[in-house]
């Protein structure tokens, strides 16, 4: 999976795109701070999608490099120049992804998480893309220099336990 997302097609052929595979006691560190997230901010979602990780057998990260633009000037970020995208990035910020960020850098972000999921549907691994796991992967200092992360937890059991779950 991490291979699918390493290898997926990126905008002018640069790779900003970073993996990691948690695994064991990592997973319990990474459950534990979705919780207490799904907590700051209220987000029940969140502290149920904590369960889910801290019971999967892996959990693939993927983010994008944060300070980064195409250079296209396209506007798609709401700056008229990647130039102001990027001097405005250095503005103080709360919210648990950084932004703003390049749009097509993005896109490049769910194309290699799409690549990645589609590894595991072919080897029939149980998955869920969860925002909820990439901002704690970001709030654990995970994936360093990426501001905008997933995460994809694994699960291979006879029920999958990340869409038969309460809401």
Request: aromatic share 6%; hydrophobic share 45%.
């Amino acid at each position: 999976m991490a291979l699918s997302a390493r290898t997926a097609p990126k905008a002018r052929g640069i790779d900003v795109i970073k993996t990691m595979v948690v695994a064991g006691e990592e997973l319990n560190t990474l459950a534990e701070a979705m919780r207490k997230l799904g907590k700051q901010y209220n987000a029940a979602f969140i502290i149920r999608d904590a369960e889910n990780v801290a019971s999967s057998d892996a959990c693939l990260l993927v983010g994008s490099i944060y300070n980064d633009a195409v250079g296209l000037d396209c506007g798609a970020c709401g700056y008229a120049t990647c130039a102001e995208m990027l001097a405005a990035q250095k503005q103080p910020q709360a919210a648990p992804f950084r932004g703003p960020n390049c749009a097509v850098r993005m896109a490049d972000l769910g194309i290699a998480i799409g690549s990645a999921v589609k590894t595991a549907s072919i080897h029939n691994v149980d998955n869920r893309v969860m925002y909820s796991a990439g901002i704690g992967a970001l709030a654990l200092g995970w994936l360093d220099g990426c501001g905008v992360a997933y995460g994809i937890p694994l699960r291979a059991s006879g029920k999958n336990i990340f869409f038969d779950r309460a809401h």
